[in-house]
């Protein structure tokens, strides 16, 4: 598989697409790359996928002080020095390591999107960390049934019942169940994002920030305080599920947002 060099160890990625410019994509926590291709299909230009420490190809940190949104972040420079990307696009936990990586060094990228963002500062809603214990618990056991269930109590109320949300939970417990997943679900998501989105003001790239309705992982409120924080920013709120029901509309407003000059 091919591989960059990262802080903690190889990186993996996969390269589509040709020519300027380049485009990162950067997917959530327990998530892989094939979770962002429907991000960048209409996309211009040369995308490039990366799985995060200790996901999908990508080597995990060896001990819990490498599981940080400033390791996350560290990876993404990594992967942008490399293929030269001036554009990003992060779902969830991918978005959360955009933002770091954007309070560091706000003139980093010229366009981003982040998708799904959840809150950057404060306490996560404790029965949600709750889910992502036991998801971490179900992944760590191999338990494909339990970490199938999990999966799914993480997406929006509006698409656990979806059949195609069961299949893709069922296939995805097999591909994550024993692996390193179950520390980054243990580690990160207790944690802060940002002290403060004060860090954000000197950000120079436009920003497009997707959310969604009924979505309590990524709160409408989380994205409109990333929006606030930010000089160039404005906000997309979906009324149903991007991924799992309005597919069309996001590869409209994804493509249409980041093929612009």
Do not use: C
């Not at 040369?46 to 001990?63: C, F, I, Y």
């Not at 409209?252 to 000059?261: D, E, I, R």
Request: aromatic share 4%; proline share 6%; glycine share 10%.
């Amino acid at each position: 598989m091919p591989s960059i060099d990262g802080p903690v160890g190889p990186l993996h990625h996969v390269i589509t697409g040709t020519g300027e410019p380049v485009t990162l994509f950067v997917p959530g926590l327990a998530q892989s790359i094939a979770d962002t291709r429907p991000f960048g299909s209409a996309v211009e230009g040369t995308r490039v996928l990366v799985d995060l420490r200790g996901h999908g190809g990508s080597a995990a940190p060896k001990s819990d002080d490498g599981w940080s949104y400033a390791g996350l972040a560290d990876d993404v420079r990594a992967v942008t020095d490399q293929v030269g990307a001036t554009r990003a696009l992060g779902v969830s936990l991918g978005a959360a390591a955009l933002v770091r990586l954007l309070a560091d060094e706000p003139a980093r990228f010229d366009r981003v999107v982040l998708a799904l963002p959840g809150p950057a500062r404060g306490d996560r809603d404790a029965a949600l960390l709750a889910v992502s214990e036991e998801l971490a618990d179900a992944v760590a056991a191999n338990d494909p049934i339990a970490t199938g269930r999990g999966l799914v109590a993480l997406q929006p109320e509006a698409a656990q019942g979806r059949s195609d949300v069961r299949l893709w939970a069922r296939r995805h417990a097999a591909d994550i169940g024993g692996s390193a997943v179950s520390e980054a679900l243990r580690q990160l998501p207790g944690q802060q994002v940002l002290a403060s989105l004060d860090a954000l003001g000197n950000v120079t790239a436009s920003v497009l920030v997707l959310a969604q309705r009924g979505d309590n992982v990524h709160p409408v409120e989380a994205a409109e305080e990333l929006v606030a924080a930010l000089p160039r920013a404005r906000l997309e709120v979906s009324d149903v599920p991007w991924i799992w029901g309005g597919r069309s509309q996001l590869r409209a407003t994804v493509s249409g947002f980041l093929n612009a000059s």
